[in-house]
């Protein structure tokens, strides 16, 4: 019993607080500056992986993923895409991310969209298998009065059954699915999605 708590004790002296927290937006039209971020820092990388034509962004490819892998390997990374057009489920950044997941476990990727974005048979069939840890879906519903909705099952309630329904069948439990309110967006997500 004593040894339990002399080890529980050695263990205590070695825990630190989370360092700062580090934000960086990635926006289409450039890649950010990776250089900024002070050693310890922890990462949040706010990406704008789409224009408003649902282009890809330019510098958005394996190499500058394999620059990102390698800056930060042992840092505790949150990716967060932002709700552009066709970003949630843009072929090449899932490509992409799926290789994150692989090699970067601890990272959490969290992408955002659109109610309308994810309606089609195929995009939530696409979400369900997606490698986001979470998506966060924006309802525009939610800013509706009580009662005010003439459907008597929101739409995004279909919704979310039908991807759970979907990753039942394929036996996987992510992404978690979020309804989140329009004026419920970070500042700087809303400032990437209004810059696309």
Request: with cysteine.
């Amino acid at each position: 019993m004593e040894t339990h708590k002399l080890d529980r004790m050695a263990v205590g002296r070695t825990r630190r607080p989370p360092g700062p927290l580090t934000e960086i937006l990635a926006l289409h039209e450039s890649a950010p500056d990776l250089s900024i971020v002070p050693f310890g820092s922890r990462v949040e990388l706010s990406i704008e992986a789409t224009a408003a034509d649902g282009s890809l962004a330019p510098w958005l490819d394996d190499d500058w993923w394999t620059t990102v892998l390698g800056r930060w390997p042992d840092r505790g990374v949150n990716i967060q895409i932002a709700p552009t057009p066709e970003a949630i489920l843009h072929p090449i950044l899932l490509y992409q991310l799926e290789m994150v997941r692989r090699v970067a476990t601890e990272w959490c990727v969290i992408g955002y969209a659109h109610l309308v974005e994810l309606q089609a048979e195929d995009a939530l069939q696409q979400a369900a298998r997606s490698p986001y840890h979470e998506i966060r879906v924006i309802d525009p519903e939610l800013d509706l009065p009580t009662g005010a909705s003439s459907e008597p099952v929101p739409v995004i309630e279909r919704l979310f059954d039908s991807i759970r329904e979907k990753q039942v069948a394929l036996g996987v439990c992510q992404p978690r699915l979020v309804r989140l309110a329009p004026d419920a967006l970070p500042e700087k997500l809303t400032a990437l999605t209004s810059h696309a």
